[in-house]
């Protein structure tokens, strides 16, 4: 079975440019994460999607990111104007909708601003 | 305010010395706690999930246990195969399946 995809795998930008992210999901699955983990830190949730909607995005600053998923299955994470505090690693996640609804993760994006 | 504290922060073993990890938490209405491992460069891998206080699960020299207020990761005979970073999770009741984070306990075997 074939596990979360991520591109790119590295990123490195100017502050005040945009990037964007994209995950391809499990197949099947209908929740799709996306989280922000800083050196040190453990991952932090940014947006949570079940199919194509939202249903939390309570930790996303809504200033500069923003996120999609059309038909409910690929996603695109963007930052615009990126900032020197967003150097981190993105991750996406996926999990089944039932049962123990267990997250994988994807390898995730390293982004770095400078 | 849930909060998950994991340690200690840094753990460094010889290969075949036991030893465990912690991770404490505050959290309303817990609806599982989760222990993943990861590797550098790559995303957390599942280990376990524990749901009630006095469970314990087992994979390999891995075996995770849970109380109340805290969960243990005990490493029975490590490897160096078995260095990575174990992070703690918990889901909290209410919740769209938000997984709250600890910062993890960077663990290194040695031959």
């Known amino acids: 079975e074939a596990g979360v995809a991520q591109s790119p795998r590295y990123k490195i930008i100017e502050k005040r440019q945009s990037v964007a992210f994209w995950c391809n999901p499990i197949?099947?699955?209908?929740?799709l994460y996306w989280y922000q983990q800083i050196l040190g830190q453990g991952p932090k949730l940014l947006i949570q999607f079940q199919n194509n909607g939202v249903v939390d995005d309570s930790q996303l600053p809504k200033d500069r990111f923003s996120a999609e998923r059309l038909k409910g299955v690929d996603s695109t994470l963007k930052i615009q104007p990126a900032k020197l505090e967003d150097s981190a690693v993105y991750l996406c996640a996926s999990s089944f909708h039932g049962g123990e609804n267990i997250q994988y993760f994807g390898a995730g994006t390293r982004l770095s601003v400078l | 305010e849930d909060q998950v504290t994991q340690s200690p922060e840094a753990l460094r073993l010889q290969e075949g010395e036991s030893s465990s990890l912690n991770c404490s938490y505050t959290?309303?209405?817990?609806?599982?706690l989760f222990w993943y491992r990861q590797d550098p460069g790559k995303g957390p891998e599942f280990l376990f999930t524990?749901?009630?206080a006095g469970e314990e699960k087992e994979k390999e020299r891995l075996k995770a246990t849970l109380t109340k207020k805290e969960s243990f990761l005990h490493i029975t005979a490590p490897k160096p195969e078995d260095s990575a970073t174990y992070l703690c999770?918990?889901?909290?009741?209410?919740?769209?399946?938000?997984?709250?984070f600890g910062a993890g306990t960077r663990l290194a075997v040695h031959p």
């Open positions: 959290v309303s209405g817990l609806r599982g």
């Open positions: 197949s099947g699955h209908a929740t």
């Open positions: 999770a918990v889901r909290r009741g209410g919740g769209y399946n938000k997984l709250i």
């Open positions: 524990l749901y009630s």
